[in-house]
């Protein structure tokens, strides 16, 4: 299994980035973002479930954060607008093909980790 994550970035406060990570070797019932800042302990962003008819936010990016998947491509999204410089951290996709993506912000783990793309926001 391999994730794949792209698109990160530097970005003014204000602006937008999408972020993409493709998958391969299998599919899975769950797949997300999380993110880590210098310093700080990695946190869970956004989980979307199978059917991509349920996902799950972070409060912190709730209304500006859009996660959403692509199951022919085996691809996850995540779209970012209104950025602010807290938002600037290492971005890990991660996936699952056991647990939901309600259990997944629950427990703020999943199975299967991408190498992290960096997203920067300027003020």
């Known amino acids: 299994v391999q994730l794949q994550a792209s698109g990160g970035g530097l970005v003014q406060a204000g602006g937008s980035l999408r972020l993409s990570c493709a998958a391969s070797g299998r599919t899975f019932s769950s797949m997300g973002w999380f993110r880590q800042a210098p310093g700080k302990e990695r946190e869970f962003v956004a989980a979307?479930?199978?059917?991509?008819?349920?996902?799950f936010y972070a409060d912190s990016v709730k209304g500006r954060f859009t996660i959403s998947r692509d199951n022919a491509k085996n691809t996850v999204y995540l779209q970012m607008t209104s950025l602010k410089p807290e938002d600037t951290a290492v971005y890990y996709c991660?996936?699952?093909?056991?647990?939901?993506?309600?259990?997944?912000?629950?427990?703020?783990?999943?199975?299967?980790w991408g190498q992290g793309t960096q997203v920067t926001v300027s003020s």
């Open positions: 979307i479930s199978r059917s991509g008819g349920s996902t």
């Open positions: 991660a996936a699952d093909p056991y647990i939901t993506a309600a259990q997944a912000q629950a427990m703020g783990v999943m199975l299967y």
